[in-house]
């Protein structure tokens, strides 16, 4: 049998006197033998997966729809993206700590407990092994612990159908077996967030092997839609959440991220951050300052947002050269709750704000998750001092799923719309999605080449893709953006423009709607104008960069070299090469080359 030391690294060897005190365990060292006795050790031994496999920094994801002033390897691509020798995302110590709770776990004597942390150790399962599948594909599955001698340590890549079997056979347990509650537990995992979890794993990977066209022995793509529609079809029916609201449709979509504590009508499951504990994030300090990057919205993406009356925004006369002023007038709510948009005025404080181009370079300035300036301590604009809760799963989410799954299926009803996206919608205000509607007056904007989705298709080709709007504008800054584009086989997205806000040219702006300027841009050479307090003064050319010299588009990447999304590569990310030294039965990844063969 395997010996685990829990507090030291080594055991003195045992002596020939079976009753010599030598012959006893080290009273200072904890083995396996003496652990996971209690509800207690088994909680504390599990606590570090909250940790270790909970994305606490979601909001910054760079992609097609938040850049930053230095680009991510993704967006530059080419040989940007490289093979790794180690890292990478080809990490398995938390699998261990895993596979050893679940083959210790019985040792306790609370058989309830046993229960529960069975439960949550599968979950995570589940959870660690969504994410590999997402990065690599094809991986090992394990389920036990390992030695170092162990001989399965060189086993060869298992195809994606056995680890996604596996992972429902861990996530059903989870959610069936009896052993995790049902009640609202927002920073604990509970029946309904391994609800969650099938239902995101499970359309991720029904709409990879459709788009993908991914056929293999066993199930096919529409058995993973139609557990995933079941999954959030559960909770939907069930569960004890709702949307977010104080019939304040101009406030609630912000205040949903920006309050101090986790909703518990709408948040399943969260990441505790806390002023007492000193425990932290950077969403705030990272919209605000100007040594985070500068990170912005594109344009691309600010054109998405619908109008309020429900109207596509691009189809309008002239949308395409627009001001900033104009172009954020009467829109879906959710914009003004995403970005400084004229007469913000930031939670708790009275002075208006416009867009601070010294802070964001596309001039589409973040305000998800911005806190009040007395929040932690009122030092709240300091790097990492964030203090609001960072969803992991909310219900807006599971309602998003839910409508896409069913539409990918082509089973998609009015009234699944009605309790899913116009849900979502009539949080702010906005007049509900109809399906006939949608796939007959398909939104050319959504399904073009140079903004859009181009290879979808079929019967409900115009409600897919006002889903996908939704899905955009709901869950911005959430970490869905990249994976969404990877499982819908859409990095030609990446390739889309990237620029910000459009000026027809030098002078005045009153971009924070003010009666007075808090903009001026002056020509190349010219002096610098006299400018009052609190107003920007930039050449352009140097100081900031418009797409056609003198006027267009901000585009501080003008001159950035970028090679295009290798559809035969960047879809999944290469093992690293000192791991395939190690094994030589792992596979490469297509397209990546790290000079071994085997």
């Known amino acids: 049998m395997k010996r685990l030391i829990i507090l030291a690294a080594t055991l003195i060897a045992g002596l020939s006197a079976c009753d010599s005190l030598l012959d006893k365990e080290p009273l200072d060292r904890v083995t396996q033998f003496d652990y996971f006795k209690t ?36 967006l530059y691509g080419g040989d940007k993206r490289t093979v790794p020798n180690t890292g990478g995302g080809w990490s398995w110590g938390n699998l261990r700590r895993i596979n050893t709770l679940l083959e210790y776990v019985d040792q306790c004597e609370d058989k309830d407990a046993v229960l529960e942390y069975t439960a949550l150790s599968r979950f995570f399962r589940a959870a660690f092994y ?28 298992d195809s994606r159908e056995l680890v996604m079997t596996k992972m429902i ?16 537990t927002p920073y604990r995992v509970n029946k309904w967030a391994a609800l969650a979890l099938k239902a995101r794993f499970c359309l991720f990977e029904g709409t990879y092997r459709k788009y993908h066209g991914i056929n293999l022995e066993g199930h096919d793509y529409t058995y993973y839609l139609e557990e995933a529609a079941k999954a ?55 919209t605000l300052l100007p040594t985070q990057g500068r990170p912005g919205y594109t344009r691309k993406f600010i054109n998405m947002y619908l109008k309020k009356d429900g109207t596509a925004f691009t189809d309008q006369e002239g949308w395409q050269t627009l001001p900033f002023t104009e172009e954020v007038k009467d829109r879906d709510p959710r914009l003004a709750q995403s970005i400084r948009t004229p007469g913000y005025k930031r939670i708790g404080a009275k002075r208006v704000q416009g867009p601070d181009l010294g802070v964001t370079i596309t001039g589409y300035q973040p305000i998800k998750f911005v806190q009040d300036t007395t929040a932690s301590g009122g030092q709240i604009d300091r790097n990492d001092r964030s203090t609001c809760d960072m969803p992991v799963f909310r219900y807006a989410e599971v309602l998003l799923n839910y409508a896409e799954a069913k539409a990918e299926l082509g089973t998609l009803t009015q009234n699944d719309l009605v309790i899913t996206v116009n849900e979502i919608r009539s949080r702010v205000g906005m007049r509900g999605l109809d399906m006939n509607e949608a796939n007959k007056n398909i939104d050319w904007y959504l399904e073009s080449k140079e903004y859009g989705y181009p290879n979808v298709t079929g019967a409900n080709k115009g409600v897919i893709l006002e889903i996908r709007r939704e899905r955009a504008v709901e869950l911005i800054q959430e970490g869905f953006r990249l994976q969404d584009l990877y499982r819908w086989k859409a990095g030609y997205c990446i390739d889309q423009a990237i620029s910000g ?28 104008p006299q400018a009052g307090e609190g107003v920007s003064v930039y050449e352009l050319g140097s100081d900031i960069i418009l797409s ?34 190690l094994n030589p039965n792992l596979t490469q990844n297509p397209g990546w080359s790290d000079g071994l063969d085997f």
């Open 39 to 74: 509800k207690s050790d088994l909680e504390l031994f599990s606590n570090p997966f909250y940790d270790n496999l909970l994305d606490k920094t979601p909001y910054d994801e760079q992609n097609d729809l938040l850049v930053q002033m230095t680009l991510s390897d993704i």
């Open 169 to 184: 056979e861990d996530v059903d347990f989870a959610i069936n077996s009896g052993g995790l509650t049902e009640e609202v």
């Open 548 to 581: 056609e010299g003198d006027k267009g588009y901000v585009f501080y990447h003008k001159t950035v070299l970028r090679t295009s999304f290798n559809e035969e590569r960047d879809y999944l990310y290469p093992i690293p090469s000192g791991e395939r030294s």
């Open 130 to 157: 969504f994410d590999k599948v997402k990065r690599f594909g094809d991986v090992p599955w394990y389920d036990t612990q390992l030695g170092s001698a162990d001989p399965d340590l060189y086993k060869a890549r």
């Open 501 to 528: 806000m459009y000026f027809p040219g030098p002078g005045e702006y009153k971009l924070a709607g003010k009666e007075t300027a808090d903009l001026i841009l002056y020509k190349a050479g010219e002096t610098k």
């Open 232 to 286: 959030a079809k559960t909770i939907i029916d069930e569960g004890p959440y709702k949307l977010y609201s104080t019939k304040t449709p101009d406030k609630d979509y912000m205040m949903l991220f920006a309050q101090e504590n986790a909703s518990t009508e709408e948040y399943i499951l969260a990441i505790r951050n806390s002023y007492e504990a000193q425990v932290y994030h950077n969403a705030t300090a990272y």
